[in-house]
């Protein structure tokens, strides 16, 4: 057992090895081509004869993009673009240049902790009678449990992807997530937003605690939320005069609530069924949260209900049917049949109705993720509107369309360079630029 | 006798047939039911009889009624048309049952976690079922709010909510409460209460919290209004388990009780008149023939089983006539289903009560105007009468008869569930499927 759980701390260190190599060949790289200029400039791109797809202007079909000190210079047809004399020229006749992609859900770089099974009775007694501790961490910061890996970044890359949410994943006060760009493994370099939301989960407790059911949770997350109302309240009658009045008792819990249920920072909900999304938009509703919805795989049958609010969702592309689901409980075929049919064109059917959503490789692997994001391309979401939705649209949700989304100068330079219509099937993703970094993903033989 | 029990397979078949084109059975609420044997159950039989249906609503009961032009006609001579069939104990179209790990939560709420793709919807209707009072578990003292619920399949799950009803919170005494059939493992505390004396503790307890909660607020709302309120005065804190017994206590909810035998319903019917809330009824209730004046008294009904006496020691003293003799001694009684298979067969359970005792037409109102009474929508369904909600079922024989079977279930004058269609649909499919 032991010798097992050392060996992914060997084969780390040996990648550490790998990656701190990278930056040293990079830093080669580009010593030899600014050999003239002052040693603090850093880095200047010009992407010269691409087809660049700003998103928030029409495509130019043949165009320059300036990249320099990680920001977008600036972009527009060859023509107009002039090359300034430092910038390595990289020569993209065939490629198209697209803002990076977002998902704004994803539960990368956590470490997955692992139970460990019982192997006696004393041991299976042991673990069944110790006192549960309830998991609920609205304190938590995701930023300090990650370990950002170079791999997973590059695979991500490799389907266009350079920004994501990192969300906690336990509990039904799961904790605050994180916005990183991924634009390497260390993770202080990689922050685009710390904390951006609270994460809460229509989950139940383990272990026999309280709440063990999900009416037990709803009734739980509004009585936390009308206790941080009042505790906000005493503390500010506190604060404002504390003659007469006792004290308001710390409280770890209610104090990590009180930017988001009273100060109104985002709340994100995740909604794994129709049914979870009516229960938050009734919270969101009866506590008025600044809120946005997760997961929503399901959305499309609770239109009548996003119709009203204009609450933004982060669509997952996982078409799995929630186990709520009538398709779920009608045998395998059925339910095959309901993910290669009936849920991809959730997105399509959201959009009809002028709901605003982000999609997200939420619960998938990237491989996973492009392969659903064709079929909701099939089941009627047109390119365009995906192209937004996994650009622009969580660049605004993140409260971060200022910096990402599109291609704009003074933009932060999140760039993929593909060969072919990014929604293409044999598309591949030959370049990337995060924050400047490049990126290269050449086909083999090329 | 909480649990949901599997689905048959049988009816598994139906949903796979019915799950895509629901929407396709639906009329407009428009319907005229012709030649039928109608049972009102609140008044005489009309052989050959009509029922004209207008936007949901009985519009007209009557012989050789007539229908505007394009109103869908059923003809249903030699069959027998009997208002929706209610079930006032059931667990199902629901995601959880118990919030079991402490003995008082009446801070949680079913209609929270309605779930409309719960094929039990569909098992229900197969038994001509239209509605049901679907509830918090039994495991603990205090549970939770129950609800209403129309079988609307295929509606979104607002949809199926009855307002109107009654709101009604969830109690229960007994072995489930005190653990008794549980395995207690080492090193785990038993749950308190343990005991009868327990759980009739444990809720006056609470309700004399409720009451100083509600004193607490009244305090601070003089206070607010008052001239001169104090700088520093602050609200108490909102307490959702509180708010929901102040509600109890100020006979905006009744309490559904799970009890067994006689004692422990005698000591709840006098903490509710000590505490003065109301009672909606006692579920189960197997020893009621024994405290038939103390419930007459009290005015309170029971929601029965009709012969499963006997399955765990609280039982043993149970009796098949109980329904039938608190009947005839002038209790509201109903008979629940507590399960997602027996729903289906509900009209056999209370047509087995005709075997201790009652006619064939008192048996039907355990299942239709009794049961509404209990729930408080009387006004709107439970028998066919004009004015009230097309809640319909049309059975081959008389619904009270052993050989009986449910062929249309019909809600607000829509049809949800059509066995004939159904069945000619499942035999497409499988032709189809022998095709290939």
């Keep these: ?446 | 006798m909480k649990k949901p029990t599997r689905t048959s397979i049988f009816i598994l078949v139906l949903i796979s047939l019915l799950a895509g084109p629901a929407n396709r059975l639906l009329a407009a609420g428009n319907l005229l039911i012709k030649n039928a044997t109608i049972l009102p159950v609140t008044g005489p039989p009309i052989n050959g009889g009509d029922v004209l249906v207008i936007d949901g609503i009985i519009k007209q009961v009557g012989r050789n009624l007539t229908a505007p032009p394009g109103t869908r006609i059923i003809e249903a001579s030699g069959k027998y048309l009997i208002p929706g069939i209610i079930d006032t104990h059931t667990h199902l179209a629901l995601s959880g049952t118990n919030e079991g790990t402490e003995a008082i939560t009446p801070e949680v709420n079913m209609a929270e976690v309605i779930n409309p793709d719960d094929p039990a919807i569909l098992t229900a209707l197969s038994g001509g079922v239209t509605m049901v009072h679907t509830m918090h578990g039994s495991a603990n003292v205090i549970g939770g709010v129950n609800v209403v619920l129309k079988m609307k399949w295929g509606q979104p799950s607002e949809k199926l909510v009855v307002r109107e009803a009654y709101p009604t919170l969830k109690f229960a005494l007994g072995e489930n409460v005190k653990q008794s059939n549980r395995m207690l493992l080492p090193g785990r505390p038993q749950r308190y209460p343990a005991t009868r004396m327990g759980a009739n503790a444990i809720i006056r307890r609470e309700l004399l919290r409720a009451r100083d909660y509600m004193a607490e607020w009244e305090r601070y709302e003089k206070l607010r209004s008052s001239k001169n309120p104090p700088p520093n005065l602050l609200p108490p804190k909102k307490d959702l388990r509180l708010e929901t017994l102040s509600d109890l206590l100020r006979g905006k909810l009744y309490a559904r009780c799970h009890a067994y035998v006689a004692t422990e319903m005698v000591e709840f019917l006098n903490l509710a008149r000590e505490f003065g809330f109301k009672i909606g009824a006692f579920e189960h209730a197997w020893e009621a023939y024994k405290i038939t004046d103390e419930l007459l008294a009290a005015g309170v009904g029971i929601s029965v089983f009709i012969d499963s006496w006997a399955y765990k020691m609280e039982a043993a003293e149970g009796i098949a006539y109980n329904a039938a003799y608190c009947t005839k001694r002038g209790i509201l009684v109903s008979i629940n289903s507590d399960s997602s298979e027996r729903v289906r067969r509900l009209f056999n359970e209370a047509g087995k009560a005709v075997k201790y005792g009652l006619t064939p037409d008192e048996a039907l109102k355990l299942i239709t105007i009794n049961a509404a009474r209990q729930l408080g929508v009387d006004r709107l369904v439970g028998s066919i009468e004009v004015g009230k909600q097309a809640d319909l079922a049309l059975f081959n024989e008389h619904p009270m008869s052993a050989y009986t079977r449910c062929d249309l279930t019909i809600i607000e004058g829509e049809v949800y569930f059509d066995r004939e269609k159904l069945l000619l649909e499942r035999e497409a499919a499988a032709a189809r499927k022998g095709g290939n």
Excluded at chain 1, 92 to 102: E, K, M, S
């Design chain 1, 1 to 446: 057992m032991k010798k097992e759980s050392r060996r992914p701390c060997l084969s780390g260190q040996r990648k550490k090895w790998l990656l701190l190599l990278i930056p040293l060949m990079l830093a080669g790289v580009l010593n030899s081509l600014a050999a003239l200029a002052v040693a603090e400039v850093k880095p200047a791109y010009a992407l010269v004869n691409c087809r660049l797809v700003p998103v928030s202007s029409p495509p130019i079909e043949k165009g320059t993009i300036i990249v320099r000190d990680g920001l977008i210079e600036a972009l527009g047809p060859a023509d107009r673009i002039k090359l300034p004399p430092d910038a390595e020229v990289i020569e993209a006749a065939g490629l198209t240049v697209y803002p990076g992609l977002i998902s704004a859900h994803t539960n990368l770089f956590l470490e997955v902790k692992e139970q460990e099974q019982p192997q006696t009775t004393e041991d299976f007694l042991g673990t069944y009678t110790q006192a549960a501790t309830p998991q609920q961490f609205p304190e938590l910061q995701v930023f300090k449990e990650i370990k950002p890996k170079k791999q997973t970044v590059e695979s991500w890359h490799r389907v266009g992807v350079t920004a994501v949410v990192v969300a906690p994943n336990r509990g039904i006060f799961q904790g605050q997530s994180v916005v990183l760009n991924l634009n390497g493994d260390r993770a202080n370099q990689m922050v685009l937003k710390q904390p951006w939301a609270l994460h809460i989960n229509f989950t139940t407790e383990r272990g026999g605690i309280y709440p063990s059911s999900l009416m037990g949770t709803v009734a739980f997350i509004r009585q936390k939320f009308y206790d941080t109302v009042h505790y906000a309240l005493h503390q500010k009658k506190y604060l404002s005069s504390p003659q007469f009045l006792k004290r308001p008792e710390y409280d770890l819990f209610l104090e990590a609530l009180v930017p988001f249920v009273v100060d109104k920072r985002p709340v994100v909900f995740q909604c794994n069924n129709q049914e979870d999304i009516k229960r938050a938009l009734r919270l969101i509703d009866e506590f008025k949260l600044n809120a946005v919805l997760t997961g929503c795989n399901e959305a499309w049958r609770a239109v009548e209900h996003l119709k009203k609010v204009r609450v933004p969702l982060l669509v997952t592309l996982d078409f799995r049917p929630p186990a709520t689901s009538i398709y779920n409980q009608q045998g395998e075929a059925a339910r095959k049949k309901a993910e290669a049919e009936i849920y991809p064109a959730n997105a399509a059917a959201l959009l009809k109705e002028n709901i605003p959503l982000a999609l997200t490789g939420f619960g998938l692997s990237e491989s996973s993720f492009v392969k659903n994001l064709q079929a909701a391309l099939r089941a009627g979401l047109l390119p365009e509107a995906a192209l937004r939705a996994l650009t622009i649209e969580p660049a605004r949700i993140l409260g971060l369309e200022r910096q990402l989304g599109t291609l704009e100068p003074g933009k932060i330079a999140n760039l993929i360079l593909t060969r072919g219509d990014l929604f293409g099937e044999k598309t591949r993703v030959v370049k990337v630029l995060v924050d400047g970094i490049l990126f290269n993903y050449e086909e083999k033989g090329q």
